[in-house]
């Protein structure tokens, strides 16, 4: 029912307990004078009437309020253990995310190196093969002619167009002439005596040559170095 309906129905109440009460009065006398006690007891009800109409009034105003009072309160005090749950969803959800990631950019990277291990030396290859062309080229003119010289001009420049290759791709020979001998670039191994004191420490002869790699030694150079 709603508050306008029950205050009708209370002052409907009122009204009507008002009437039989003038109604039980007319009966018991007649309907001339009222005296003063009859007239006090009717303003009594009315002053009853009235304070009960205020007070009903109040109290639907207290009950409307409450639930407007209720519905703050609850906007305000957000439930602690939902929000802490939806806190752990979010981070769960980015972590799953980073994994994910992580995983996409691990096979990537195997994948990219087991590529660069079996085809890293490709270009390098490709690089090397027009000296081998040359090497068979020779081999064949070296069975037609007997020009030892035109031979050995010939092994000349292919030697040379191949350490050109090579030193287009960071391949340096290890220089030993006249050299202290060093542990970074060389191996010793002959100590050769009787040399005198001015060959004290440096390199008497190179057995193998060695080479660096864009300066980082991928094979010593073997020497003999003076006593």
């Given amino acids: 029912m709603s508050t ?11 009204f009507s307990s ?23 007891e009717i303003d009594e009800k009315e002053e ?8 009903e009034e109040q109290g639907e105003e207290g009950k409307a309020e409450e ?10 005090a957000k439930d602690p253990l939902k929000e802490a749950q ?13 994994v994910a990631e992580f995983e996409n950019y691990r096979k990537r990277t195997v994948k990219e190196k087991a590529e660069l291990i079996l085809n890293g030396g490709e270009r390098t290859i490709t690089k090397i093969l027009p000296v081998i062309d040359d090497m068979e080229r020779a081999i064949e003119n070296g069975k037609k002619t007997e020009d030892v010289e035109t031979l050995r001009e010939g092994m000349d420049l292919i030697y ?3 350490m050109s290759i090579l030193k287009g791709e960071g391949v ?17 191994i002959a100590m050769v005596p009787g040399m005198g004191d001015d060959k ?17 030694v991928i094979r010593y150079a073997k020497v003999a170095v003076g006593q």
């Fill in 4 to 14: 306008k309906k029950r205050k009708i129905k209370k002052l409907a109440q009122h």
């Fill in 18 to 40: 008002l009437a039989s009460f003038l109604q039980d009065k007319e009966k018991k006398q007649k309907p001339t004078i009222m005296d003063e006690n009859e007239k006090k």
């Fill in 48 to 55: 009853e009437l009235k304070e009960s109409q205020a007070t």
């Fill in 67 to 76: 639930p407007e009072a209720e519905v703050a309160e609850e906007a305000e």
């Fill in 86 to 98: 939806e806190k752990i969803d979010e981070l769960n959800d980015k972590y799953l995310r980073k």
């Fill in 160 to 162: 040379k167009k191949f």
């Fill in 172 to 188: 340096e020979r290890i220089d030993t002439e006249d050299k202290d001998f060093s542990t970074d670039y060389h191996e010793a």
């Fill in 200 to 216: 004290k420490g440096k390199v008497i002869d190179c057995v193998q040559t060695g080479y660096t790699l864009n300066g980082k």
